[in-house]
């Protein structure tokens, strides 16, 4: 199937605060989503600021998360959604009542609130999520192709 003719996909990254890693999930969801693929994320509580690390291990790989901002549900259209995605055990089964056609799934991302210690360690952690949230947004976009070739 030619790519212009794939519909509009629309998927949600939610975590506790909006702080770490649904904005992870967002950028690199972002540079690695198909055409047509329109990627949010948000908190169920979010908090003003994203995490200084979270830009700092994304600059590692190359990809920029200017132009996200720490938001709540209430910014991003629900109605529209497609797939969300939980992403910490803290918030599994704690995601407000979606849209009935909204596929959910729940992914268990180490929740990096809880990572302690000097630079290098909160470096290490924060590359450690990024590169696991890298590879379940990759498989689901294979999933994507997979589905639609």
Not at 23 to 43: C, D, M, N, W, Y
Not at 110 to 139: C, H, N, S, W
Request: proline share 6%; with cysteine.
């Amino acid at each position: 199937m030619p790519r212009n003719t794939i519909r509009e996909t629309n998927i949600l990254f939610v975590c506790i605060d909006n702080s770490c890693t649904s904005q992870i999930a967002e950028a690199i969801a972002r540079h690695l989503a198909p055409p047509k693929t329109r990627v949010f994320s948000a908190g169920i509580t979010p908090i003003d600021v994203i995490h200084p690390f979270v830009a700092k291990v994304m600059k590692e790989v190359g990809i920029s998360i200017s132009g996200q901002n720490a938001k709540g549900l209430g910014a991003v259209p629900l109605e529209e959604i497609d797939l969300a995605v939980t992403l910490s055990e803290e918030i599994k089964g704690k995601c407000p009542a979606l849209p009935s056609r909204v596929k959910l799934e729940h992914w268990s991302i180490p929740d990096l609130k809880r990572a302690t210690g000097g630079e290098a360690a909160m470096q290490a952690a924060f590359r450690y999520v990024r590169d696991e949230i890298d590879r379940k947004v990759a498989a689901l976009f294979l999933d994507h192709w997979r589905n639609v070739a």
